[in-house]
């Protein structure tokens, strides 16, 4: 069956990514793993990861919402699957705390169209995303051996799969039936100490909608409990400010980075 590519209201976007509902906070649970590719090397699989992301939208007007949101994600030992705190780089020799991403907020506004493949019974929502942006920790000679560069700039490629009937429902606040596919093309993560090492990380992960907080991974409830409940509810408003990202989360914390603190560092409110 050949795919048909249709337009969504950004309604059916937002009942996708997160509710319709604003006073219910959305979980997204994610997996995977990410790999080095390095010139000249055969591949080597760094970390296992899991992740969630706890999200709101809010109408603001005919067509239009703020979506706000915070996002874990955990670096594991590939072997054991348990949160690895330290890290030995196998190409410097050096052992490194490990920053686990702790993103708050994650935002944006949804309005428009939103074109997506329509095939049988399933629609897909595709973003294929390329930031280039000033790196905020470039140019500056404390970050010189964890990210040099001037620039970030990366590929992160989405896809999410949901049922039509129920994107199309009137009734249907929240598609809980969701596959997400995640890939990304990144440089090196500053706390790994790589310089201006050639390379990139590559991420392949996979994730659903889960049914609230208690539908999340153990592990992510358990760090959730007790180290950074805030996670446990989206933000109830649209937060002034840019986005967090590991690359402003490392300069934030570049000190506690240092002095080996557990990361992600407890946060119960904002």
């Not at 080095?36 to 999200?55: H, N, Y």
């Not at 590939?78 to 690895?84: D, M, S």
């Not at 506004?109 to 390329?130: L, R």
């Not at 909608?209 to 409830?221: E, I, M, S």
Request: contains cysteine.
């Amino acid at each position: 069956m050949v795919a048909e590519i249709k337009e969504f209201d950004a309604q059916h976007w937002v009942k996708t990514r997160s509710s319709l509902n604003s006073n219910e906070s959305t979980f997204l649970a994610w997996k995977g793993n990410i790999y080095a590719f390095v010139p000249g090397e055969k591949k080597k699989l760094l970390f296992k990861i899991v992740g969630m992301s706890v999200s709101r939208c809010i109408p603001t007007g005919e067509g239009s919402w703020d979506f706000t949101s915070r996002e874990l994600t955990y670096y594991l030992n590939p072997e054991t699957e348990e949160i690895l705190h330290r890290w030995d780089n196998p190409w410097t020799g050096e052992t490194v705390s490990v920053m686990h991403v702790a993103n708050n907020p994650v935002q944006g506004h949804f309005k428009g169209k939103f074109p997506a493949p329509v095939e049988g019974e399933s629609t897909t929502f595709v973003f294929d995303i390329f930031p280039v942006y000033p790196n905020p920790l470039g140019g500056d000679p404390k970050f010189a051996a964890y990210s040099p560069y001037t620039t970030y700039q990366a590929a992160e490629l989405f896809k999410l799969t949901v049922p039509t009937t129920d994107l199309l429902n009137p009734d249907v606040a929240s598609v809980t039936e969701l596959r997400l596919s995640w890939d990304r093309i990144g440089q090196w993560l500053p706390w790994m100490k790589m310089s201006a090492s050639p390379g990139h990380l590559i991420y392949s992960a996979y994730g659903s909608k889960v049914d609230g907080f208690r539908g999340l991974p153990q592990l992510l409830q358990n760090e959730i409990d007790e180290r950074v409940p805030l996670y446990k509810n989206a933000p109830t408003a649209f937060m002034e400010g840019e986005d967090m990202t590991s690359w402003l989360y490392f300069q934030k914390h570049f000190d506690a980075y240092l002095a080996g603190e557990r990361f992600p560092l407890p946060v119960t409110s904002d």
